[in-house]
């Protein structure tokens, strides 16, 4: 999850484990926020193989979770969803496999129990979902309070190693374009030159697609150098179509290519899923 020595693995695999044991819950899930995707992706799933299965890996967004994160289900800082008409949910579903109760305080396979962790600024880092309480009963205030302010603590140290994995991305970044600079007088052609931009931003910067173009006699824009998995031909004409909409900026004429950097997205099942801790979630 981390190139650098900050893995936020282990800290939300803990925060699930330390959740479900200390407050009773049988299952606890984990949606990571991703600002670059603005996405939500459920990287840890504590409680049975099914879940697991079914869950880990998943990506949704936040449209996709308006409708359960309403303000109508909103109790002491969680999200309570009791005899909710999950027809209207796009998403896939894993519900645990325990018997309807008619006992109107008794926790029904179909309900779900979303936290929100916030940052210190109140901006979203991700959702924790529980479901499958011990006591097989539907939370009190008291319970709910208790979970909302485990959840607080829990994003406080979410928040920490998400800056200081930040912190140690920047610095190796940092220290590897200065030396790229560095090695540039070495080269001997342009060409080379070019290359080696594009090969030193993409392993300090993690793009996975670099293109260079340059600015010709003709004031046409002329890709020169690229890096990315796909083929010459097709990152020329993704160039191309970026170039179009930059020509005005560069007020030339006509143009060729031009420079597109994309981020590498996370290898993610496409259809998101959501759980009885209902995986995935929405601010």
């Not at 999950?86 to 109760?101: E, G, K, L, N």
């Not at 109107?104 to 959702?127: C, K, M």
């Not at 009885?276 to 929405?282: D, I, P, T």
Request: aromatic share 6%; charged share 25%; glycine share 4%.
């Amino acid at each position: 999850m981390s190139s650098s020595g900050y893995d936020l693995e282990p800290v939300l695999r803990t925060v699930a484990r330390t959740t479900a044991a200390c407050l009773g819950f049988a299952t606890a899930v984990i949606n990571l926020y991703r600002p670059a995707w603005d996405d939500f992706h459920t990287v840890v799933v504590e409680g049975s193989e099914e879940a697991s299965r079914l869950l880990l890996g998943q990506s949704s967004t936040a449209e996709d979770w308006a409708l359960l994160l309403d303000e109508r289900y909103e109790r002491r800082g969680a999200y309570v969803l009791q005899d909710f008409d999950w027809s209207q949910d796009r998403m896939a579903t894993y519900v645990p496999p325990i018997a309807a109760s008619t006992d109107p305080d008794a926790w029904h396979p179909d309900d779900a129990l979303f936290v929100p962790l916030r940052s210190s600024a109140g901006e979203i880092l991700g959702i924790l979902s529980v479901d499958e309480p011990a006591s097989g009963k539907r939370p009190t205030d008291e319970e709910l309070d208790l979970l909302v302010g485990v959840s607080a603590h829990a994003a406080l140290a979410l928040e920490h190693v998400q800056q200081a994995a930040a912190a140690e991305r920047q610095r190796v970044s940092v220290n590897h374009l200065l030396r790229l600079t560095a090695s540039l007088a070495e080269r001997r052609t342009a060409d080379e030159m070019l290359d080696a931009v594009c090969t030193g931003v993409r392993d300090a910067l993690g793009f996975e697609k670099v293109v260079v173009s340059l600015i010709d006699g003709d004031q046409m824009l002329d890709m020169r150098a690229h890096r990315g998995r796909e083929r010459p031909h097709a990152i020329a004409a993704i160039a191309a179509s970026v170039a179009r909409r930059c020509s005005a900026r560069f007020s030339a004429r006509s143009v060729r290519t031009s420079t597109i950097d994309v981020p590498p997205r996370p290898s993610a099942a496409a259809t998101p899923s959501r759980s009885s801790a209902r995986s995935n979630a929405q601010p």
